[in-house]
C-alpha cells in the first residue's frame, strides 16, 4: 500500500477553502460511494476525499464531488456521473464506458477527467468524445498521466497541458491501450 499522506497534505494546502471547496467525506460517506459504484475508488483518490475535501480541489479547482445532486458549481459527482453513463443492461446501443473508471473532472465541451480505480497506479484518463470515430469509443480515450499522484504533482508543479499555451504545440495526447479491451 502506498503512502500518499505527503501528496495528499500538498494538495490540500494548494486548496483553498472558501466556496467551492466542500469539506472531506466521512469514512460512511465514501463506503456509501463505493456501495453505488460497486467497486472501490483508488486509495490515493479516497484519501483526497476524506482528508482534502468533497470536490473543489486539484487542476482548476474543479475536481467533482464524490457524491450529492448538482449544485451551483457542478452538475454532477463523481458517483452519478460514473452511473449515468453505464449502460443499462438491456439497453440496445453501441455507447459503452469502462467499468472502474470514474469521471473526476469536467473540461467542458463534454470532455472529461477520468481515473481507473480498477489500475494499481490510478492511471488518469482524457474523454475526448470530439476524437470519437464512427461507433468506436475506444478512440476518444487517452491517457493524461500515467498515475493519479503523477498528475496531481503535475498540477502542483503547474505542468499540466491545461496551464500550456496551445500555440506551443507541445501537448500530445497518447490513446489509453487497454480502451479497447475494456469497453
Not at 494538495?11 to 463505493?34: C, D, K, Y
Not at 476525499?49 to 482548476?60: D, E, L
Not at 493524461?144 to 499522484?149: I, K, Y
Request: aromatic residues 10%; contains cysteine; charged residues 20%.
Amino acid at each position: 500500500m502506498n503512502d500518499f499522506n505527503e501528496l495528499v497534505s500538498r494538495v490540500a494546502a494548494a486548496s483553498v477553502a472558501g466556496e467551492v471547496l466542500r469539506p472531506p467525506v466521512s469514512a460512511t460517506e465514501l463506503g456509501e460511494a463505493e456501495r453505488e459504484l460497486g467497486f472501490r475508488l483508488h486509495p490515493l483518490l479516497a484519501a483526497l476525499y476524506q482528508k482534502v475535501g468533497n470536490g473543489g480541489f486539484g487542476p482548476a479547482a474543479s475536481v467533482l464531488p464524490l457524491s450529492g445532486g448538482p449544485d451551483a458549481h457542478w452538475e454532477t459527482s463523481v458517483v452519478q456521473g460514473y452511473l449515468d453513463r453505464i449502460p443499462r443492461e438491456g439497453s440496445d446501443t453501441w455507447w459503452s464506458w469502462p467499468e472502474g473508471v470514474v469521471p473526476v473532472l469536467d473540461w467542458g465541451c463534454a470532455m472529461l477527467a477520468c481515473v481507473d480505480c480498477r489500475s494499481e497506479d490510478g492511471t488518469v484518463l482524457l474523454f475526448e468524445p470530439n476524437a470519437i470515430a464512427g461507433q468506436d469509443v475506444s478512440s476518444g480515450w487517452f491517457v493524461d498521466a500515467g498515475s493519479l499522484a503523477e498528475w496531481l504533482e503535475a498540477w502542483l508543479d503547474g505542468r499540466g497541458w491545461y496551464e500550456a499555451d496551445p500555440a506551443d504545440g507541445d501537448f500530445e495526447l497518447v490513446p489509453w491501450a487497454d480502451a479497447a479491451s475494456r469497453l
